[in-house]
């Protein structure tokens, strides 16, 4: 690509990647390819020391005792199909919310179909959740709770710690899906109460494509189907499915390339200070907000407080279909973002933006005040044409 780029699209997937993620996948392709856990050769013993380094790294930034509580997946939608279908049964209630993301809906949908009892708590415009709104929706038969960290719509932040309490109180199961905020807001799994905490690795994790995660809180995996079943590399004379963690829930051949890799990310924002870089993504929110708060026209969309969202903001120009929008900002300004619905559109509906959806940019670290200045310029220039 010749022309110079603005990429605003790190919600779906961060670029550019830390050169270490890089220099870490290019190392393992090129000197560790044997497989892990499948053979006693030195190759084998090496790719698996560097899916237990990947564990460990994990298990450091996520605030978990025991890297082994972790099972790893190739994204955060497999990491939650885990946790939906292997946790719910038939006559069980899960309590959700109105801004969850498809990977969260859609599975509790087809469990719905299959006999389990939904209830979706409506949030606020700007997305937001009142932790006093759960209580009443528990009944004798809720299971659980699934809820998003925080919006890929609108970037609200979800108030986890006190939900994670009241689940807690409850003897509820408390799923968080962590994947816009792994590596952006602090994360302690027991502070927080979470049982299940599903993350992915090719965002702020800076890691590769086809990487992600499950934490299982302790004993919680005896109640927990696998979503696989297969070769582990453990307890080969049976044919049954190991019963431990996390061979229960890994199945097949790990991508070892990208686990060297998302671990090299990991370290990356160890290196670098996880509260630098949150620091870093709010201030570029805080501008854009401030910006684009001038441009006649435009609406945007979630709390107006930098400090109570993610690097996330939706906006509409007014009378320009966000398509259209996102078109001419890539064409005409090389600023790369995301239109229409974001997998997401029960939070569209929620925020009144259904079924056009809107624009999102999101920012990560490796953006700069510059671009979002021109960003701004941008977004005003369409404004005004119309």
């Known amino acids: ?20 993620t890089i220099r870490a996948v290019d190392s393992c392709l090129r000197e560790t390819g044997g497989s892990p856990g499948r053979s006693g050769h030195s190759l084998s013993i090496d ?49 959700t919310s109105s801004m969850e993301h498809n990977s969260v809906m859609r599975p509790l949908r087809a469990m719905e179909a299959s006999g389990v009892e939904l209830t979706v708590l409506p949030c606020s415009t700007a997305g937001e959740i009142d932790p006093g709104v ?29 939900i994670g309490r009241i689940a807690r109180e409850h003897g509820l199961v408390f799923c968080v899906d962590a994947a816009q ?40 995996e005896q109640v927990i189907s696998p979503l696989m079943r297969g070769g582990t590399g453990s307890r080969s004379e049976y ?26 990310g990991i370290n990356f924002i160890l290196s670098q200070g996880l509260d630098i870089i949150s620091a870093h993504e709010k201030r ?19 709390l107006k407080d930098a400090s109570r969202r993610i690097s996330v903001v939706s906006f509409n120009i007014r009378g320009m279909d966000p398509a259209k929008a996102a078109l001419e900002l890539d064409e005409r300004f090389g600023i790369m973002s995301r239109p229409g619905l974001h997998c997401a559109p029960s939070a569209h509906k929620t925020i009144g933006t259904f079924p056009e959806g809107t ?3 999101s920012f990560s670290y490796f953006n700069t005040v510059e671009e979002i200045n021109q960003a701004v ?10």
């Open 239 to 264: 044919e049954d499915q190991p019963d431990f963690m996390p061979d229960k829930f890994e199945s097949g051949t790990p991508n070892t390339a990208g686990y060297t890799g998302l671990a090299a």
């Open 359 to 361: 624009v999102r940019f």
């Open 47 to 95: 790719a698996g020391r560097v899916i237990f380094n990947a564990r460990e790294a994990l298990a450091g930034l996520l605030g978990m005792d025991d890297p082994l509580r972790i099972v790893l997946t190739k994204n955060a939608t497999e990491a939650l199909n885990i946790a939906v279908f292997g946790l719910l049964k038939s006559g069980d209630h899960v309590i």
């Open 1 to 20: 690509m010749n022309r110079n780029i603005i990429y605003f699209d790190n919600a779906a997937t961060s670029w550019p990647k830390p050169e270490a």
């Open 284 to 302: 570029l929110t805080e501008l854009f907000l401030q910006g684009i708060g001038t441009v006649d026209g435009v609406t945007t969309y979630g």
């Open 181 to 220: 905020t792994a590596g952006v807001l602090p994360i302690d799994i027991g502070a927080m109460d979470i049982d299940l905490l599903a993350f992915t690795g090719h965002k702020s994790l800076f890691g590769p494509q086809g990487t992600g995660g499950l934490y299982i809180r302790k004993d919680l």
């Open 377 to 386: 310029d941008a977004v005003r220039s369409l404004a005004n044409q119309k």
């Open 134 to 162: 759960i209580v009443p929706a528990i009944k004798k038969n809720t299971k659980a709770i699934f809820l998003t960290h925080a919006s890929n719509v609108t970037g609200t932040i979800i108030p986890v710690t006190d």
